[in-house]
C-alpha cells in the first residue's frame, strides 16, 4: 500500500504496560502487525496530550474508560477523525470496575456515543455489546491474535520509543522494581494435599527443562479473578474431581502461575493434588508452558466469563501443550484441536498417551494459525479502520441539538422535545449533571440509553474547558431548568457558555408555578431571577407570566404549549392492579419554604381523618422525588394507616416513575401547589389543591382543600355522579384552558429551534 494511503492510527491506552493483556493482545499487537505489513502507522501510548488531529485519521481507545478517553474521542470526533473503541470485558456485570469515576457501562456508553465503530475480542461479547447499544454504532469482532517472542520484542519496541511524560516513566519503573521483588525465589509457595512441604522445582536449563525427570505438570496461568464474576483461579475447582482422580492415579501436580498467592493458597487446601505456585509474567507462563503436560482453561460459563477470549488456549497451543477446557462458544472453533469433552479424560490422556495428545494439539495450533494469524489480525483490522474512517465521512456536516438536563423532573419535559427533533433529522445530545446521572433513583440516563441517545456527564462544578468540550459539537442548547437560582445554575452556566460561542440557547418552563416566569415570592423576587436563553418558550400566554418579570425577560419568552404528554404510557404496577378499591393519589412537595409548620401539620391530619373516615378507599401517597419531605424530612411519629401506601420515590417502583405515571390507576388527585394539578386536569382527572393556609388564585377554579372536611368531601365527590361531579370537571377544563395553549408543545419548540438554525421543518411527527 503506498504510504499516503496507510491510515495513521493513534492508539489510546489505559496504562503502557505488558503485564496487561488487553495491552498486549489489543493494542500492541494489532499495531506491530498493521506496521509490518505496512496496513497502517501508528502511535501507541497512554498519554493522550500526544494526539493531534491533523497527524492522524484515526483514534483507537482499548478498554479505557477516563474522563479523558471521553474528550479525547470528542476531539478526534469534532476534527472529523474516525473514533473506534476496543472492548475486551464484559464490563455489564455488576460491580466491574474502572477508574472512571462513573459507572462502567455509563463510562462506556459515553465514549461509544462518539465512536464509528465499536470492536470485540468475541462474538458473545459482541452480541452484549449489541444489546446495550443497538443499531447506534456497528460492533464488529476481531480475536485476539497469536503472541510469541518475536511479537512481543515488537510490541516492547513500540511502547519504548513513545515519547512520554517522566511520570509516566517513573511510575513503569516502579511497577517494574515492584515485579522484581514479587518474583524472588523466596516468595515460591508451594502446598500437598497433607500439607507438607516439597522442594521448589530445580532451575531449568535448555538440556533438561522444568519437571522432566520428575513428575507430570498440570498448568493453569491467568488473573486471579475478581468480585464482580466468577472466573479466574477459583473456576480450578470447576476441575477439582477430575485433578483430585489424577493425582490418586498419576504422579502428577498442579501449577499456577498467577498474581494471588492467597488465593492459590485457599484453592489447594481444598484440593488433593499437589499444587505449586509462582508469580505470574510472561517469563514465568513461557516457562511452565515449556515443561506442562497440559494446560486447562474451565470456565464457569458466568455472564462475565462465557465473553473471555482464547488467548489462553492459542499461547499454551503455540507451544505444542494439549489445552482441557469447557466448551465455550469462543473455544468451539478448536474443538478438533483441544479437550472439551470429560476433563479427567483429557487430563489422563495428556499424561497416559502423550503423543496422541500432543498430535491433538499439533490439529489445535492449524486451527489458530488459521484464525488467529498475523495476516487474519491485520486484514480485519485494516477492514475496521476503513470502515471507521467511511463511516466519519459520512457524518462530517451533521447537525446536533445539546439538551441539559439536571433536575429528576427535567426528563418529564424534555422527552417530547427529544422525539420531535429526532423525528425532524437534527441529531441530540445530551449534557447530564454528575449528580444526576448517579442518583439512585434517577430514570434519565435508563432512558436515555434506551433511546441510544449520545451523552456526556460533567461535572456538577464543569470548567470552562469541561463545558467547551461538551459544546463543541452543538449548534443550539435547550435547557429545561434555566435561571440564576442555585438548583438551576447547572444549565444557566452552560448557556453562559453557549452564549460565548454564539450557539442558539433555548430554555422550557419546567413546571406550572416556574420561580422567575409565573412565581414569586419573599425568598426568590421574580425581579432577581435572571435567564440567559435567548429564548424562553412558556406553557401558557404571556398574560399567565408574573406581574414582576422584567421587561427584558418578558421579551425573550415564546408560548408554546406544554411539551409534556396530557396521557403518558400505562406502567405495571403489580400493586396497584390488584388493589379492587378505588385510589386517591396525594402528592406531597413539602420541603419548600413557601410551608408553614401549620401548614404541614393540616396536611397530615387531613390524611389521617380522610383515611379512617373513608375506609373503603385507597390512598396513594407520592413524596416529590427532590423533596421526599415524609420520606427523608420529616421527623414526627410513624405514620400507620391501614388504607394509606407511600409510595417512597428512594424505593422500587416508584423511583421510576413520577406523578403522571401513576394516573392510570387513579380515580382522582390531590396536591400540594405543584405542576402535579396541571399534569392530573390534562389527563382527565379529578383534581383538588390543598390551600390550607395559604392563599392559591393561581389553581383558580379548581377545588382548594382548607381542612379535613374538605379533603373528606373531595373524595366522595369523586365517587360520586351526576351534576356536582360535571360541574367538578368543567372547573378543571377550565383551568387548564387558561393555563396552557393548545396545540403540541414539543412540536412547536422543535420546529422553533430548527428554524434559528436555518432548518426548515415541514413537518414533525408528533
Same mark, same amino acid.
Given at each position: 500500500?503506498?504510504?499516503?494511503?496507510?491510515?495513521?492510527?493513534?492508539?489510546?491506552?489505559?496504562?503502557?504496560?505488558? *503485564?496487561?493483556?488487553?495491552? &498486549?493482545?489489543?493494542?500492541?499487537?494489532?499495531?506491530?502487525?498493521?506496521?509490518?505489513?505496512?496496513?497502517?502507522?501508528?502511535?501507541? +501510548?497512554?498519554?493522550?496530550?500526544?494526539?493531534?488531529?491533523?497527524?492522524?485519521?484515526?483514534?483507537?481507545?482499548?478498554?479505557?474508560?477516563?474522563?479523558?478517553?471521553?474528550?479525547?474521542?470528542?476531539?478526534?470526533?469534532?476534527?472529523?477523525?474516525?473514533?473506534?473503541?476496543?472492548?475486551?470485558?464484559?464490563?455489564?456485570?455488576?460491580?466491574?470496575?474502572?477508574?472512571?469515576?462513573?459507572?462502567?457501562?455509563?463510562?462506556?456508553?459515553?465514549?461509544?456515543?462518539?465512536?464509528?465503530?465499536?470492536?470485540?475480542?468475541?462474538?458473545?461479547?459482541?452480541? &452484549?455489546?449489541?444489546?446495550?447499544?443497538?443499531?447506534?454504532?456497528?460492533?464488529?469482532?476481531?480475536?485476539?491474535?497469536?503472541?510469541?517472542?518475536?511479537?512481543?520484542?515488537?510490541?516492547?519496541?513500540?511502547?519504548?520509543?513513545?515519547?512520554?511524560?517522566?511520570?509516566?516513566?517513573?511510575?513503569?519503573?516502579?511497577?517494574?522494581?515492584?515485579?522484581? /521483588?514479587?518474583?524472588?525465589?523466596?516468595?515460591?509457595?508451594?502446598?500437598?494435599?497433607? @500439607?507438607?512441604?516439597?522442594?521448589?522445582?530445580?532451575?531449568?536449563?535448555?538440556?533438561?527443562?522444568? $519437571?522432566?525427570?520428575?513428575?507430570?505438570?498440570?498448568?493453569?496461568?491467568?488473573?486471579?479473578?475478581?468480585?464482580?464474576?466468577?472466573?479466574?483461579?477459583?473456576?480450578?475447582?470447576?476441575?477439582?474431581?477430575?485433578?483430585?482422580?489424577?493425582?490418586?492415579?498419576?504422579?502428577?501436580?498442579?501449577?499456577?502461575?498467577? @498474581?494471588?498467592?492467597?488465593?492459590?493458597?485457599?484453592?489447594?487446601?481444598?484440593?488433593?493434588?499437589?499444587?505449586?505456585?509462582?508469580?505470574?509474567?510472561?517469563?514465568?507462563?513461557?516457562?511452565?508452558?515449556?515443561?506442562?503436560?497440559?494446560?486447562?482453561?474451565? @470456565?464457569?460459563?458466568? =455472564?462475565?466469563?462465557?465473553?473471555?477470549?482464547?488467548?489462553?488456549?492459542?499461547?499454551?497451543?503455540?507451544?505444542?501443550?494439549?489445552?482441557?477446557?469447557?466448551? +465455550?462458544?469462543?473455544?468451539?472453533?478448536?474443538?478438533? $484441536?483441544?479437550?472439551?469433552?470429560?476433563?479427567?479424560?483429557?487430563?489422563?490422556? *495428556?499424561?497416559?498417551?502423550?503423543?496422541?495428545?500432543?498430535?491433538?494439539?499439533?490439529?489445535?495450533?492449524?486451527?489458530?494459525?488459521?484464525?488467529?494469524?498475523?495476516?487474519?489480525?491485520? =486484514?480485519?483490522?485494516?477492514?475496521?479502520?476503513?470502515?471507521?474512517?467511511?463511516? !466519519?465521512?459520512?457524518?462530517?456536516?451533521?447537525?446536533?441539538?445539546?439538551?441539559?438536563?439536571?433536575?429528576?423532573?427535567?426528563?418529564?419535559?424534555?422527552? $417530547?422535545?427529544?422525539?420531535?427533533?429526532?423525528?425532524?433529522?437534527?441529531?441530540?445530545?445530551?449534557?447530564?449533571?454528575?449528580?444526576?446521572? %448517579?442518583?439512585?433513583?434517577? &430514570?434519565?440516563?435508563? @432512558?436515555?440509553?434506551?433511546?441510544?441517545?449520545?451523552?456526556?456527564?460533567?461535572?456538577?462544578?464543569?470548567?470552562?474547558?469541561?463545558?467547551?468540550?461538551?459544546?463543541?459539537?452543538?449548534?443550539?442548547?435547550?435547557?429545561?431548568?434555566?435561571?440564576?437560582?442555585?438548583?438551576?445554575?447547572?444549565?444557566?452556566?452552560?448557556?453562559?457558555?453557549?452564549?460565548?460561542?454564539?450557539?442558539?440557547?433555548?430554555?422550557?418552563?419546567?413546571?406550572?408555578?416556574?420561580?422567575?416566569?409565573?412565581?414569586?415570592?419573599?425568598?426568590?423576587?421574580?425581579?432577581?431571577?435572571?435567564?440567559?436563553?435567548?429564548?424562553?418558550?412558556?406553557?401558557?400566554?404571556?398574560?399567565?407570566?408574573?406581574?414582576?418579570? +422584567?421587561?427584558?425577560?418578558?421579551?425573550?419568552?415564546?408560548?408554546?404549549?406544554?411539551?409534556?404528554?396530557?396521557?403518558?404510557?400505562?406502567?405495571?404496577?403489580?400493586?396497584? =392492579?390488584?388493589?379492587?378499591?378505588? /385510589?386517591?393519589?396525594?402528592?406531597?412537595?413539602?420541603?419548600?419554604?413557601?410551608?408553614?409548620?401549620?401548614?404541614?401539620?393540616?396536611?397530615?391530619?387531613?390524611?389521617?381523618?380522610?383515611?379512617?373516615?373513608?375506609?373503603?378507599?385507597?390512598?396513594?401517597?407520592?413524596?416529590?422525588?427532590?423533596?421526599?419531605?415524609?420520606?427523608?424530612?420529616?421527623?414526627?411519629?410513624?405514620?400507620?394507616?391501614?388504607?394509606?401506601?407511600?409510595?417512597?420515590?428512594?424505593?422500587?417502583?416508584?423511583?421510576?416513575?413520577?406523578?403522571?405515571?401513576?394516573?392510570?390507576?387513579?380515580?382522582?388527585?390531590?396536591?400540594?401547589?405543584? +405542576?402535579?394539578?396541571?399534569?392530573?386536569?390534562?389527563?382527565?382527572?379529578?383534581?383538588?389543591?390543598?390551600?390550607?393556609?395559604?392563599?392559591?388564585?393561581?389553581?383558580?377554579?379548581?377545588?382548594?382543600?382548607?381542612?379535613?372536611?374538605?379533603? /373528606?368531601?373531595?373524595?366522595?365527590?369523586?365517587? !360520586?355522579?351526576?351534576?356536582?361531579?360535571?360541574?367538578?370537571?368543567?372547573?378543571?377544563?377550565?383551568? /387548564?384552558?387558561?393555563?396552557?395553549?393548545?396545540?403540541?408543545?414539543?412540536?412547536?419548540?422543535?420546529?422553533?429551534?430548527?428554524? &434559528?438554525?436555518?432548518?426548515?421543518? %415541514? =413537518?414533525?411527527?408528533?
Amino acid at each position: 500500500m503506498p504510504r499516503a494511503e496507510r491510515p495513521r492510527v493513534f492508539i489510546k491506552l489505559a496504562r503502557a504496560t505488558l *503485564s496487561m493483556a488487553s495491552v &498486549r493482545y489489543r493494542a500492541l499487537l494489532p499495531a506491530v502487525v498493521l506496521e509490518s505489513r505496512q496496513r497502517a502507522t501508528t502511535l501507541v +501510548t497512554d498519554d493522550s496530550r500526544l494526539f493531534n488531529p491533523r497527524r492522524f485519521d484515526a483514534l483507537v481507545i482499548v478498554k479505557s474508560f477516563a474522563a479523558q478517553d471521553q474528550a479525547l474521542a470528542s476531539r478526534a470526533r469534532s476534527a472529523g477523525r474516525a473514533v473506534v473503541f476496543d472492548l475486551c470485558d464484559n464490563i455489564y456485570v455488576p460491580g466491574y470496575k474502572t477508574k472512571s469515576a462513573l459507572p462502567a457501562p455509563l463510562a462506556f456508553y459515553q465514549i461509544a456515543c462518539r465512536c464509528d465503530l465499536i470492536v470485540c475480542s468475541t462474538e458473545p461479547l459482541r452480541q &452484549r455489546v449489541e444489546r446495550q447499544l443497538g443499531d447506534m454504532v456497528p460492533v464488529l469482532v476481531i480475536p485476539d491474535g497469536l503472541e510469541s517472542e518475536t511479537t512481543r520484542r515488537a510490541q516492547q519496541a513500540l511502547l519504548t520509543r513513545v515519547a512520554r511524560s517522566w511520570r509516566a516513566q517513573l511510575s513503569d519503573r516502579l511497577r517494574a522494581l515492584a515485579r522484581l /521483588v514479587r518474583a524472588r525465589p523466596s516468595a515460591t509457595v508451594t502446598a500437598t494435599a497433607p @500439607n507438607t512441604a516439597l522442594p521448589a522445582p530445580p532451575a531449568h536449563t535448555a538440556d533438561q527443562p522444568a $519437571g522432566a525427570a520428575a513428575r507430570h505438570r498440570i498448568l493453569w496461568f491467568g488473573n486471579h479473578g475478581a468480585p464482580y464474576g466468577h472466573f479466574g483461579m477459583r473456576d480450578i475447582l470447576l476441575f477439582r474431581e477430575a485433578l483430585d482422580r489424577l493425582a490418586a492415579e498419576f504422579d502428577v501436580e498442579l501449577v499456577v502461575v498467577s @498474581n494471588s498467592r492467597a488465593v492459590f493458597q485457599e484453592l489447594a487446601d481444598a484440593l488433593k493434588i499437589r499444587s505449586h505456585y509462582r508469580e505470574w509474567s510472561p517469563a514465568a507462563v513461557s516457562d511452565e508452558l515449556s515443561a506442562a503436560s497440559a494446560v486447562i482453561v474451565p @470456565n464457569s460459563f458466568d =455472564e462475565f466469563a462465557i465473553c473471555k477470549s482464547a488467548n489462553r488456549t492459542a499461547l499454551a497451543l503455540m507451544h505444542g501443550v494439549p489445552v482441557i477446557a469447557n466448551a +465455550t462458544p469462543t473455544l468451539e472453533p478448536l474443538r478438533d $484441536g483441544i479437550w472439551l469433552d470429560d476433563p479427567y479424560d483429557g487430563l489422563a490422556q *495428556s499424561i497416559a498417551e502423550p503423543a496422541r495428545a500432543r498430535a491433538r494439539a499439533a490439529t489445535g495450533l492449524q486451527l489458530c494459525q488459521r484464525l488467529f494469524s498475523d495476516d487474519t489480525i491485520a =486484514e480485519l483490522w485494516s477492514q475496521a479502520l476503513r470502515h471507521a474512517r467511511e463511516a !466519519a465521512a459520512k457524518r462530517a456536516g451533521t447537525v446536533s441539538v445539546g439538551l441539559v438536563l439536571d433536575l429528576a423532573q427535567d426528563w418529564d419535559v424534555a422527552t $417530547g422535545v427529544i422525539d420531535r427533533l429526532r423525528a425532524a433529522g437534527l441529531g441530540v445530545h445530551a449534557l447530564v449533571s454528575h449528580s444526576l446521572a %448517579t442518583k439512585l433513583d434517577s &430514570r434519565t440516563i435508563p @432512558n436515555l440509553i434506551e433511546r441510544r441517545i449520545p451523552l456526556t456527564v460533567l461535572p456538577d462544578k464543569f470548567s470552562q474547558a469541561e463545558a467547551m468540550e461538551a459544546l463543541g459539537a452543538v449548534k443550539a442548547l435547550i435547557s429545561f431548568a434555566e435561571s440564576s437560582l442555585r438548583p438551576h445554575r447547572f444549565a444557566n452556566r452552560l448557556a453562559k457558555f453557549a452564549k460565548g460561542l454564539h450557539i442558539v440557547t433555548a430554555t422550557v418552563q419546567h413546571g406550572y408555578e416556574n420561580v422567575g416566569l409565573t412565581y414569586s415570592d419573599s425568598v426568590h423576587p421574580v425581579a432577581d431571577v435572571q435567564i440567559l436563553s435567548d429564548i424562553i418558550f412558556t406553557w401558557g400566554p404571556l398574560t399567565q407570566l408574573h406581574d414582576g418579570v +422584567t421587561r427584558e425577560t418578558r421579551e425573550r419568552c415564546v408560548p408554546a404549549g406544554c411539551p409534556k404528554p396530557a396521557r403518558p404510557p400505562v406502567v405495571s404496577l403489580p400493586e396497584l =392492579e390488584r388493589e379492587a378499591r378505588p /385510589v386517591i393519589g396525594l402528592f406531597e412537595n413539602l420541603h419548600w419554604h413557601r410551608y408553614s409548620d401549620r401548614y404541614r401539620e393540616a396536611f397530615l391530619d387531613a390524611l389521617s381523618t380522610a383515611c379512617s373516615a373513608l375506609p373503603d378507599v385507597v390512598f396513594l401517597l407520592k413524596p416529590h422525588h427532590a423533596g421526599r419531605w415524609l420520606t427523608d424530612r420529616y421527623k414526627g411519629p410513624t405514620i400507620q394507616l391501614p388504607n394509606l401506601l407511600i409510595a417512597d420515590p428512594m424505593t422500587e417502583p416508584w423511583s421510576r416513575y413520577t406523578a403522571p405515571q401513576l394516573f392510570s390507576y387513579l380515580a382522582g388527585v390531590v396536591t400540594t401547589p405543584s +405542576t402535579v394539578a396541571l399534569d392530573a386536569a390534562r389527563y382527565g382527572l379529578p383534581v383538588a389543591v390543598t390551600r390550607f393556609d395559604l392563599d392559591l388564585p393561581q389553581y383558580e377554579p379548581l377545588p382548594q382543600i382548607a381542612d379535613a372536611d374538605d379533603l /373528606v368531601a373531595f373524595v366522595r365527590r369523586v365517587s !360520586a355522579t351526576g351534576q356536582g361531579r360535571d360541574a367538578m370537571l368543567e372547573r378543571m377544563h377550565a383551568f /387548564v384552558d387558561r393555563a396552557v395553549i393548545p396545540g403540541d408543545g414539543a412540536t412547536f419548540i422543535a420546529s422553533t429551534v430548527a428554524s &434559528r438554525l436555518g432548518i426548515q421543518v %415541514t =413537518e414533525v411527527a408528533s
